[in-house]
């Protein structure tokens, strides 16, 4: 094993929650030149292995490790998820805990230096990190066969979870805002169609209501968090970022990484863009969907 000290990444939420840490701590460990080491539990949130979904060789630290990273005489720093119980992950010394022979970081977003911002260039160096996590070819082959219209439009709805102050997060999209702003997109741009992932058949039925036969839907053979829902969930990730814009819902990360992994053209569901600034929003979503010349660009 090399010696080199490591940078723990460590999440134990959701598929994007999990891709958007690791991306983070991909660019951190290269910045302080650490070891990446990943922890991917199989657990109530994302029952599925990592190498079942990803074809990148990262170090993992399985269950069965754990005596490595629990050693008396092992010097860990860990830097977690709660402001009240700091430091947090987004606080990261800057001169990178030379003494730590481990870095933990425990998070939901991408880690960062604490001298560090939020800003443009962060997040277009995540992008960068965040493209570089490689489906497995079974994937890439299942997303290309679902053929997607040019002029297509990603749509993600976020509706279920057990969170209950996600629930309220992810309310802030309401309905109402997206029909708001995909009406006003169709209007422009008649022959526009929509790539519809959403977590509840409800929603699929009310935009189906509403745009017809426009409205596009890899089929669902499973919801949940076991393997089979894990696996529909990239797909539908994956499909989203082929897309030419994106309209997502508050607070999820979903939304977030499929525009990070493609179009990074994405505008939230909310009050903003679906009713101060909404001719702003559909002109920028027209824009890119007329710009498509018939072909469905592969994510970089």
């Given amino acids: 094993m090399s010696t080199r000290p490591v940078l723990l990444a460590t999440c134990s939420a959701g598929l994007c929650n999990r891709l958007i840490v690791l991306a983070g701590c991909l660019r951190l ?11 991917w539990p199989e657990n109530d949130h994302l029952n599925c292995a990592f190498p079942d979904l990803f074809e990148n060789p990262f170090e993992l630290l399985a269950g069965d490790r754990l005596h490595w990273l629990l050693r008396t005489e092992r010097a860990v720093k ?5 402001p009240d119980c700091g430091p947090r992950f987004d606080e990261v010394s800057d001169d990178g805990d030379p003494a730590a022979e481990v870095l933990l970081i425990k998070a939901w977003y991408a880690p960062k230096l604490a001298s560090e911002q939020f800003d443009g260039p962060f997040h277009e160096a995540l992008r960068e990190h965040l493209r570089t996590i490689r489906p ?12 997607l219209p040019a002029r297509c439009l990603g749509v993600h709805v976020r509706r279920v979870d057990e969170w209950a102050g996600a629930v309220e997060e992810f309310g802030r999209s309401r309905d109402e805002h997206f029909a708001a702003i995909l009406d006003g997109v169709v209007e422009r741009v008649p022959e526009t169609s929509l790539l519809v992932a959403a977590d509840n058949e409800d929603s699929e039925r009310r935009l189906r209501a509403r745009f017809g036969r426009r409205v596009l839907i890899h089929p669902k053979t499973s919801r949940g968090r076991d393997r089979r829902g894990v696996e529909e969930a990239l797909l539908d990730l994956l499909l989203l970022s082929r897309t030419a814009g994106l309209v997502g819902t508050h607070y999820s990360s979903f939304s977030t990484v499929a525009s990070m992994l493609g179009p990074n053209l994405a505008f939230t569901a909310n009050e903003q863009n679906a009713v101060h600034t909404l001719d702003e929003t559909v002109r920028a979503l027209a824009v ?7 072909s469905v660009p592969a994510p970089a």
């Fill in 29 to 39: 460990a290269e910045r302080l030149n650490r070891r990446l080491v990943l922890y």
């Fill in 78 to 82: 860990w830097y977690n998820p709660r």
């Fill in 136 to 147: 497995r070819a079974e994937f890439l082959r299942r997303t290309d066969d679902f053929a």
């Fill in 288 to 294: 890119a969907l007329e710009a498509r010349d018939g």
